[in-house]
Nanobody, 127 residues
């Protein structure tokens, strides 16, 4: 089992940047593929980005591709989401998640692939 804690959310103006962090504790971090999801008010929780256990493979939702970058530091048990060129429609609670279902070089993109979730961090983008 793994525990996840997100940080780095906040209020930013449109076209600004934020970096979210998610630190894991429990089982070895490299055991898990990691992902970032977000949930806006009144909407379903949606996939945004994923990274393999090795860190060598990544995958992005079309809405964030080219603006967001997911990365991980297995020595620090941390996954990051660098968010650039933020838009008001990026406003949401952002969640990191861990999946033990994938191979070492594979990403997980379905919500059902993830068994462990953080508590979420609010990102608000103003106009």
């Amino acid at each position: 089992q793994v525990q996840l804690v997100e940080s780095g959310g906040g209020l930013v103006q449109a076209e600004g940047s934020l970096r979210l962090s998610c630190t894991a504790s429990g089982r070895p971090f490299s055991t898990y593929a990691m992902g970032w999801f977000r949930q806006a008010p009144g909407k379903e929780r949606e996939f945004e980005a994923a990274i393999s256990r090795s860190g060598g493979s990544t995958f992005y939702a079309p809405s964030v591709k080219g603006r967001f970058t997911i990365s991980r530091d297995n020595a620090k048990n941390t996954v990051y989401l660098q968010m650039n060129s933020l838009k008001p429609e990026d406003t949401a609670v952002y969640y990191c998640a861990a999946s033990a279902k994938t191979g070492y070089t594979s990403t997980a993109v379905r919500r059902d692939d993830y068994a462990y979730w953080g508590q979420g961090t609010q990102v608000t983008v103003s106009t």
